[in-house]
Nanobody, 126 residues
Framework: QVQLVESGGGLVQAGGSLSLSCAAS????????MAWFRQAPGKEREVVAA????????TYRDSVKGRFTISRDNAKNTVYLQMNSLKPEDTAIYYC???????????????????WGQGTQVTVSS
């Protein structure tokens, strides 16, 4: 069965950096686009960044552009999220998600994704 396991969350001061990893198993990883979502307390889960099967195309939500970088290593079945210049409003549980397709779709909701990790907490203090 498909499993996605996130790691790398933690507590950091504003302006700091964190790197998240998501190790995938039970699937042919290189066949699927992947994404990072986040959910803050009292808010809906939102997409943060997504990457196509090859890593050649990426998308970001506007609030993280220029600060976050999504990447993948298909040989290691892992997708990453490098987060720099963190802000208190980045505080959330971050989830890794597997797309149903290999390419990125225009749909920025949860609909294109069918498997999720358990999440990792990121807390940014001011």
């Amino acid at each position: 069965q498909v499993q996605l396991v996130e790691s790398g969350g933690g507590l950091v001061q504003a302006g700091g950096s964190l790197s998240l990893s998501c190790a995938a198993s039970g699937l042919t990883f290189k066949n699927y686009a992947m994404a990072w979502f986040r959910q803050a307390p009292g808010k809906e889960r939102e997409v943060v960044a997504a990457i196509d099967w090859s890593g050649g195309r990426t998308t970001y939500r506007d609030s993280v552009k220029g600060r976050f970088t999504i990447s993948r290593d298909n040989a290691k079945n892992t997708v990453y999220l490098q987060m720099n210049s963190l802000k208190p409003e980045d505080t959330a549980i971050y989830y890794c998600a597997k797309s149903k397709t290999s390419i990125l779709l225009l749909d920025r909701t949860e609909r294109p994704y069918d498997y999720w990790g358990q999440g990792t907490q990121v807390t940014v203090s001011s």
